[in-house]
């Protein structure tokens, strides 16, 4: 498979290219040059076989890989995800069932085996980190599939906290691959370059950053967003994007380039204080305990239910266990880092 970037079409590039690079000669973001596409039956047969062999498939289409099911499995575990049922129609997945408690090393070992001869890049928004993301989303919508919780007829909203926009680009590629994905719902913490872009049509890329209770957060102008501009406008939209970057000037997208950008995306911006009402709060509700990035994403949840009224069936990412942020989520909950440890285990 090949790859372009946001900024040039005229150079391919090599999958391997994309493992050691986080961005191509132009400063652009590698992106596909044909996204694949699977059909309702091709995917359905997917469903039909192990976790492993689904991610590993969706691997080597987008790396050119022959790895296997069974490297999968020996690298994340036969069952390195956990689904769990919440009020509301509301199924949390917590992708953080590792050693470090964390989404990250499940995405650095997949990578390590995908590229075992070269220098892994390490930061959060290079492409392999995406297309891993997109990969085990097939794995998981294999389970959703199996147990019936979603279906071609009624897809399922998906909500992530945006961070440099690595997350929510997964999930929106993963949609347009032909998974049962409805609206992308994206919880911005007061950083809100997504929210600013995506209800305002416009956005400051002169402003500089704030402090919150989720430092990954903390990006004033998610660079992921120019993935997101060239894959719904079109390049020259891109570049207009970029050169209101270069100039820390404020980009404001075209009437049509609005439109295209926003279709099937929601952002809304959850602040600190309510982050910390919305973690005690959904414990008393549910008996289940979010780290501050996932509360960002229930929050952002919240306010899309409340706009349009919909009561679709949702998946929330959870790609770290509130043992990560323990001082701060104990805070929230008005409990010992003790008493958090011991209830997160009977979760």
Sequence with gaps: MLYVTTRSKKDAYTAARTMTLDRGPDGGLFIPYRVPMFTQEQILEMSQQSFGKCVAD?????????????????????????LKSMNYRITVVELWHNMDHHYSRAIYSLARRLHPDGDIIGGAGDWPQIAIRVALLFGIFRELLRNE??????PMDVAVPTGNFCAPMAVWYARKMGLPIGTIICGCNENSAPWELLHRGELDTGVVSVSTNTPEDDLAVPFGLERLICETCGQEETLNFVFSCTEGGTYIPSERAFASMRRGLFAAVVSRDRENTIIPSVYHTNQYILDPYSALAYGALSDYRARNGSSRSV?????????????????????????????????
């Design 58 to 82: 969706i691997l080597n289409v987008f790396f050119g890989t022959k790895i296997s099911g069974w490297d999968v499995d020996m690298i994340l575990g036969r069952t390195p995800f956990k």
């Design 149 to 154: 919780q979603v279906n071609f007829e009624k």
């Design 315 to 347: 998946l929330l990412l959870c790609e770290r266990s509130p043992i990560c942020s323990s001082e701060t989520v104990a805070k929230a909950m008005q409990i010992p880092v003790s008493e958090l440890s011991k209830r997160i285990s009977e979760m």
